[in-house]
């Protein structure tokens, strides 16, 4: 069964970083683009950025501040976030693009498997 299961969020302090861990199983991730995606309370899913099959990104946009790594070895995408703000408050998600070549779409509509999400709260 393909899984993606996020960890790492939690409640962190404005100015304070997570890095978010994105694990598969039942597939390897290095053939698949991943991107990260982040959901606000009352907003719509939103993309930000995504991390190709040959380690290429792309950022949906100049304000994502985020970086995004992966570890094939551990069958993991990392999301690193510093400076975090109470606008970054969301739930976030990673998502799986079979077609994993370069340059990947931070569009929800190119992903395939997606994780349940983990929490991430920022106080201010």
């Known amino acids: 069964q393909l899984q993606l299961v996020e960890s790492g969020g939690g409640l962190v302090q404005s100015g304070g970083s997570l890095t978010l861990s994105c694990a598969a199983s039942g597939f390897t991730l290095d053939s698949y683009a991943i991107g990260w995606f982040r959901q606000a309370p009352g907003k719509e899913r939103e993309g930000l950025l995504c991390i190709a099959n040959n380690g ?3 950022k949906y946009d100049d304000s994502v501040k985020f970086t995004i790594s992966r570890d ?4 993991t995408v990392y999301l690193q976030m510093n400076s975090l703000k109470p606008d970054d408050t969301a739930v976030y998600f990673c998502a799986a693009d079979p077609w994993g070549e370069a340059p990947c779409a931070v569009v929800r509509q190119s992903y395939k498997y997606w994780g349940q999400g983990t929490q991430v709260t920022v106080s201010a």
Request: glycine share 0%; charged share 15%; net charge positive.
């Open 56 to 58: 290429a990104i792309t």
């Open 72 to 75: 094939n070895a551990k069958n």
